[in-house]
């Protein structure tokens, strides 16, 4: 294995890091929920009092962000190498995960193992686990 060192950029991601963490350890402080983005999403799809402004709120800084990053420097090229059959499958593949394993990455592996939690241990090494298997198999296996 070797390291394509032109787009090797070690400071730009820990301190994106640094601001998720940030942006969750100030969630749970302030309003005392976890940012698991299905979670919040999920809460739409089934409203309860109170909980639709807060949520719609975080879901428009999620596109937001992008949006004003913009503003201030140009966004990465978005390349995509499948097609629209096989993302549909990979989104209703994601989303069976999520249900089943009663959250997301984000929840469980950003918010959940800061707080120690076993579960989200377990969950968080599910999802690499299935996510190496699946690199593995397309990328050795089909060939693709």
Same mark, same amino acid.
């Given at each position: 294995?070797?390291?394509?060192?032109?787009?090797?950029? +070690?400071?730009?991601?820990?301190?994106?890091? &640094? &601001?998720?963490?940030?942006?969750?350890?100030?969630?749970?402080?302030?309003?005392?929920?976890?940012?698991?983005?299905?979670?919040?999403?999920?809460? *739409?799809?089934?409203?309860?009092?109170?909980? $639709?402004?807060?949520?719609? =709120?975080?879901?428009? !800084?999620?596109?937001? =962000?992008?949006?004003?990053?913009? *503003?201030?420097?140009?966004? +990465?090229?978005?390349?995509?190498? =499948?097609?629209?059959?096989? @993302?549909?499958?990979?989104? @209703? %593949? $994601?989303?069976?995960?999520?249900?089943?394993?009663?959250? #997301?990455?984000?929840?469980?592996?950003? #918010?959940?193992?800061?707080?120690?939690?076993?579960?989200? @241990?377990?969950?968080? %090494?599910?999802?690499?686990?299935? !996510?190496?298997?699946? $690199?593995? $198999?397309?990328?050795?296996?089909?060939?693709?």
């Amino acid at each position: 294995m070797t390291i394509d060192w032109t787009h090797f950029t +070690p400071l730009p991601a820990l301190a994106g890091g &640094l &601001l998720i963490g940030l942006a969750a350890a100030l969630f749970i402080l302030f309003n005392g929920r976890i940012a698991g983005i299905s979670g919040i999403v999920g809460g *739409l799809l089934r409203p309860a009092r109170g909980e $639709v402004a807060w949520r719609l =709120a975080f879901v428009a !800084g999620l596109v937001a =962000a992008p949006l004003g990053w913009r *503003l201030a420097a140009a966004l +990465p090229e978005i390349r995509i190498e =499948a097609g629209t059959g096989m @993302l549909v499958v990979a989104g @209703l %593949l $994601v989303g069976l995960g999520t249900r089943y394993g009663a959250g #997301c990455t984000s929840g469980h592996g950003v #918010c959940g193992l800061s707080r120690l939690s076993p579960r989200s @241990l377990a969950a968080t %090494l599910a999802f690499m686990a299935a !996510g190496f298997a699946t $690199v593995y $198999v397309v990328r050795h296996v089909t060939g693709r």
